[in-house]
């Protein structure tokens, strides 16, 4: 089976930069450390509200990641704001998600399929600018068949649910979660989607969905960055990385 890309969410270590209002920690920092330990690329969501990532993060972001050769997926809302930015920025991927003021992270996956003029306008402004489009999404049929018709090259299957059921010891949950995984992840592929998942995984739950052989890309976030405060950043990586290896074979 392929090896499966892991990308690192770094929003966090802005969250605890911004936390005190300085400059440390740096996310920029962390975002080169995190490649010289050999993630395959770099997340960081530009949220409406600045609350983590800052604009000057972004460009900061995306020159470590071209000067490393590794793509930074610029996640964002579909707003005209965003849209504007990823295309002067012109990050490898853009993932659009959704986004509301008071969610604490994003809850949901983005509604493709009632929205497929807005959604549709911003994956195909994106794919001219020679930008991948991602959309995050639910592990919905109805979902994966809008992202389809708009000729979306890649979905992102929002974990966050599946996770959530494994911490709360909720068997059934869990395996029902992952069945609908398995089947969103087998539907996108037959459609001739790339496959990637999010949200929520960590050592424990990150065997079952790295085993699914559609999946091409993970990317992770809040337990990296928690982890790294116990065991540093490089340790951390390494290990998750090990975990999707081994699940692979
Ligand atoms: N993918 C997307 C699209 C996300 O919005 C997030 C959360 O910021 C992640 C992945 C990573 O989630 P977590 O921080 O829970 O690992």
């Known amino acids: 089976m392929t090896r499966i890309r892991l990308g690192l969410n770094i929003d966090h270590v802005a969250t605890v930069r911004n936390a005190r209002g300085g400059a440390a920690p740096d996310p920029v920092r962390a975002a080169s450390m995190a490649l010289a330990a050999g993630v395959d690329g770099i997340t960081a969501h530009?949220?409406?509200?600045?609350?983590?990532?800052?604009?000057?993060?972004?460009?900061?972001?995306?020159?470590?990641?071209?000067?490393g050769d590794k793509p930074l997926n610029f996640e964002m809302a579909v707003t005209a704001e965003m849209v504007a930015i990823a295309l002067k920025l012109k990050p490898h991927a853009a993932c659009l998600v959704p986004e509301r003021r008071q969610e604490r992270t994003t809850e949901g996956g983005l509604e493709v399929a009632g929205q497929a003029d807005t959604v549709g306008e911003a994956v195909r402004l994106l794919t001219r600018a020679g930008i991948?489009?991602?959309?995050?999404?639910a592990t919905d049929p109805k979902q994966i068949e809008a992202a389809a018709?708009?000729?979306?090259?890649?979905?992102?299957?929002?974990?966050?649910?599946?996770?959530d059921a494994w911490r709360e010891q909720d068997r059934g949950l869990f395996d029902a979660e992952l069945h609908k995984l398995r089947v969103a992840a087998e539907l996108a592929d037959e459609l001739g989607i790339e496959v990637h998942a999010g949200h929520g995984i960590d050592y424990d739950t990150v065997p079952f969905i790295a085993k699914l052989p559609q999946i091409k890309e993970l990317n992770i976030g809040h337990f990296l960055i928690g982890e790294a405060i116990f065991a540093g950043l490089d340790t951390a990586i390494h290990r998750m990385r090990a975990l999707m290896d081994e699940a692979r074979k």
């Open 46 to 67: 530009l949220r409406e509200d600045r609350r983590h990532i800052i604009d000057k993060d972004i460009t900061a972001l995306k020159a470590v990641c071209d000067a």
């Open 132 to 137: 991948r489009a991602s959309l995050f999404i």
């Open 149 to 163: 018709r708009m000729k979306a090259p890649v979905v992102e299957f929002h974990t966050g649910a599946l996770c």
